[in-house]
RNA sequence: GCCGAGGUGGUGGAAUGGUAGACACACGGGACUCAAAAUCCCGCGAUAGCAAUAUCAUGAGGGUUCAAGUCCCUCCCUCGGCACCA
């Protein structure tokens, strides 16, 4: 053991750091059992890594030194999501090639990670825009295109002014881009599309598979948006055209009064270009039209805007039950992307047909009564199921009842069917930008659209001498010619590649695939090693609920469906942190000033302490803010359980303690295992200190005790504990040890205090030996002076005994 | 508006229906020191009291229970997600 020298985590760190690289301590791949540890791999930006990054790989890093501990091979690696947005604006800026400021950036990011002392095993580091790695990327997509889950569309799209390029529904965030924050417009762009809508039920199906967060789940769900209603036919009086509505409540049908269509329903350029009958006010509905067009989708989503419209007059709809002729409206409210386009105005029972009502003065008509009991409030529709009236033969019938008959009656008649609806779009997946992966198509001036031959991959990007986006629609990569102008595969003759770009999140979508063989990817088409490691055990991340996880698992559903992978799903559990936010409580950014590097806190405290302040602040999943004056508290945890060495006793096996330290010390085992399989590191810490604490008090610790505390700290404080097992003589590495299993013998401790209560307040805590029965415990009770003085003779009624718990007398 | 997670000391936070405030930070007092830092010991929800102790206290108000931070009902607030989705 030798003489103890001061606690010097500066030295004793970075040391342990290059043995356990150098003896590949973490690639135990050959044990039976695996585990799949993931972390959301970073986007390698310029300013580095703040103290919020890597709590979660912490955490994920804690759990499988933990499982490796327990016997499982595990697998925790490492790479970089580095197409994107930033690197090409500051490629832009700095006029250096994207990849360029990437390695840099990667370089950083790995010297900072370094220094926190984690398991990852580098070998298998990926780069999502290693030509290596993308050429799977393009892979993939051409597997998806082949089966016509890639199509071109010509309909507008989002288009956001400032970042030149198309974005999917789920680039943005209340009418804007989520990047730069401009209001998005329509744009009516040729785009290459994902049809993830094929894969909307599956995904919602599969969901209650899954050991995710309920709050994650549920934004899936919502994003997805499946909703069972009816798709009803109302006819054009007089004409064979007709309105197809989409409605939850084909109940209310009978409340019907008018019927809307969007401004962008295809029935209104028909009829507007019909010169005899049609639309008779066609300025005015052309007035509205050019209105509707200049607003942005943000303008016409607002929340307090009032509902607007224009009445088609001529146009009359028949309603499908009563035959009677109905008004028909234009109006920018109804959403040409959702159902079909066109609604029933049933303004008695919901609550935008009511506002649009009252505005146009359309009449109300009220055709569900509240169940019994209930009043319908005056001058607000009754939106809720209740009991149909003056619905003719389903007068009398509950909603849900009548929502059937209804269907079913439509069916029947050839006016409508049960329809369901979702409001996930697909998937917007070009990109007229620069640095993403090229898509690996060509157009054929003979044969159409032809795939670039499996040989041919990757389609590497090519340099160019301008990285700005030419705002036309096409990529910087279209200036290219030499690049674009390509033989057809096919014909041989005149073809031109596709020049636009994979968006931020296509490599996102499978590298989890990647890792399990960084070097041949084949493994995802020959599956034996994929079927050793998949799924991803438990995948530890933040801030994306809904994009990259639904695309992930939208990308893995259709290589499960392929036969290229074993599992339905990617990630079986999922465990989702809470941000660090700066003391201000703002978030971390180099824009507020108040970013705090990790390395200056390792520098300071150890890395040890960080990654035990990292995970002691608060629960895993809640948003925090940091707070550099708490990490003292941990580095004097650790030098605590540095001088602890001191204690122990020279007695080899046998333990020295007391009954009582010995069931804290197998409480702590429990503690520690359960916490960490549960993600509950700040309760495993508090309980590991609890125990260092008894430790301190003890004047011998035998060694088994000691070294058993060491193995319970090693997940959290990796260096001091594998210090520490080394000076207690152990040739090989902690992590090569086995994780302590607690003895539920020895959890019981000797004795015990029982709180004494009085019809429910504690009056005095006894200490009784563990295991007292009732008889004893009361005498005991009765006989204390504090019980007694509250007794004052009054009359015992009752006697409440929880084992080594309480003892409450009811007087 | 809908969905999800929350509301506990000066602060971060603990509590299978069973002694509310574990663990830690900050703070106050003491020891050591010429002094400081570090370290160690003691105290630390509020009110009253020299004290023993008593009363009150987990967003608000009701309820169930021998016993409620925890379960039920009504309401308020904070954070996160979704939202004219028919």
């Given at each position: ?258 019927v809307v269509v969007a401004p962008e329903h295809p029935l209104i350029n028909q009829q507007l270009t019909i010169n005899s009958q049609g639309i008779k006010n066609k300025a005015e509905v052309k007035g509205y039209l050019e209105k509707t067009k200049k607003k942005t ?398 430790l301190e008090k003890e004047s011998h610790i035998s060694l088994i005790t000691y070294q058993t505390s060491l193995i319970l700290l090693s997940p959290f404080a990796p260096h001091i504990a594998e210090e520490l097992w080394e000076r207690m003589g152990n040739k090989q ?79």
């Open positions: 053991m030798g003489v103890q020298k001061a606690y010097q985590p500066r030295s004793l760190e970075p040391k342990w750091q290059k043995e356990w690289l150098k003896k590949g301590i973490y690639q135990q791949y050959s044990r039976k059992k695996k585990c799949y540890v993931l972390d959301m791999f970073p986007y390698p930006s310029g300013s580095g890594l703040h103290v919020g990054h890597p709590r979660g790989y912490i955490a994920s890093d804690i759990y499988s030194r933990f499982k490796q501990l327990e016997g499982y091979g595990v697998l925790h690696p490492m790479g970089w999501d580095a197409f994107g947005l930033p690197a090409e604006q500051y490629a832009i800026k700095n006029k250096v090639h994207p990849a360029v400021a990437v390695k840099k950036n990667i370089a950083t990011f790995k010297r900072q990670l370094a220094k926190i002392g984690f398991t990852y095993d580098w070998e298998r580091e990926i780069n999502t825009t290693d030509p290596e790695y993308y050429r799977w990327t393009q892979w993939i997509f051409l597997q998806m295109w082949k089966k016509g889950l890639a199509y071109q569309s010509f309909s507008p799209i989002n288009w956001c002014p400032s970042c030149q390029t198309g974005l999917a529904n789920e680039d943005l965030e209340q009418g804007r881009c989520e990047r730069c924050d401009s209001v998005v417009e329509k744009k009516p762009m040729r785009q290459w599309v994902l049809k993830i809508t094929a894969y909307a039920d599956k995904m919602l199906r599969d969901l209650k598979t899954l050991e995710w967060p309920e709050g994650v789940k549920e934004a899936q769900r919502n994003w997805i948006g499946r909703s069972e209603g009816t798709e009803v036919v109302f006819y054009v009086a007089d004409t064979e055209e007709e309105i197809r509505v989409f409605t939850t409540r084909v109940d209310t049908i009978y409340g019907c009064t008018y989708d943000l303008e016409r989503t607002a929340l307090s805007k009032e509902k607007t419209g224009v009445i088609l007059e001529g146009i009359e709809a028949i309603h499908p039950f009563t035959a009677e002729r109905l008004p028909v409206y234009m109006a920018d409210y109804v959403l040409e992307s959702y159902g079909t386009g066109a609604v029933m105005g049933v303004p008695a029972h919901d609550e935008r047909d009511f506002e649009f009502a009252k505005k146009y003065d359309l009449s109300i008509q009220s055709v569900i009564a509240p169940p019994r009991g209930q009043q319908p409030v005056q001058d607000q529709p009754f939106i809720d199921d209740g009991v149909l009236i003056d619905s003719k033969e389903f007068t009398g019938l509950t909603s849900q009842e009548a929502r059937e008959k209804m269907t079913a009656w439509l069916s029947k008649e050839k006016l409508g069917k049960k329809k369901v609806n979702y409001k996930l779009r697909d998937w917007v997946f070009s990109r007229q930008r620069y640095w993403g992966e090229p898509i690996p198509l060509i157009h054929c001036e003979g044969c159409g659209v032809v795939p670039v031959p499996e040989r041919d991959l990757p389609v590497k990007l090519p340099n160019v001498k301008s990285y700005q986006p030419t705002g036309t629609g096409e990529s910087p990569l279209a200036d290219i010619a030499s690049w674009v102008n390509v033989k057809c595969p096919e014909c041989g003759g005149k073809a031109k590649r596709e020049t636009n770009t994979m968006p931020q999140w296509a490599g996102s979508s499978w590298y989890y695939l990647r890792f399990i063989d960084p070097h041949n990817t084949k493994a995802l088409v020959d599956g034996k090693k994929e079927k050793k490691m998949m799924p991803v055990d438990v995948y530890v991340g933040g801030d994306h609920a809904t994009r990259h996880l639904i695309y992930a698992r939208f990308w893995h559903k259709f290589l499960y469906d392929q036969g290229a992978v074993s599992t339905p799903e990617p990630f079986q559990r999922l465990e989702f942190l809470g941000l660090i936010l700066a003391s201000d409580g703002r978030k971390m950014s180099k824009r507020w000033g108040n970013v705090i590097d990790p390395n200056d806190v390792v520098e300071q405290f150890g890395a040890d302490a960080f990654r035990l302040y990292e995970m002691f602040m608060g629960p895993f999943t809640q948003s925090i803010a940091w707070n550099t004056d708490g990490m003292i508290g941990t580095r004097r945890f650790l030098e605590k359980v540095w001088k602890l060495e001191r204690q122990v006793t020279v007695n080899k096996k046998q333990t020295t303690e007391s009954k009582n330290m010995q069931s804290l010390l197998h409480q702590t085992i429990k503690k520690v295992t359960e916490d960490i399989e549960s993600f509950k590191f700040n309760t495993a810490i508090s309980s590991l200190m609890i125990l260092v604490n008894a590495s902690i992590f090569l040890s086995q994780w302590p299993k607690w003895d539920k013998k020895k959890i019981v401790a000797e004795t015990v205090t029982i709180a004494v209560q009085i019809n429910g307040k504690v009056r005095t805590v006894l200490t009784v030996p563990a295991g007292s029965d009732e008889a004893t415990v009361q005498a005991l009770a009765l006989a204390d002076v504090k019980i007694t003085a509250h007794l004052d003779g009054k009359k015992i009624r009752k006697v409440i005994y929880v084992q080594d718990k309480i003892l409450n007398v009811v007087v």
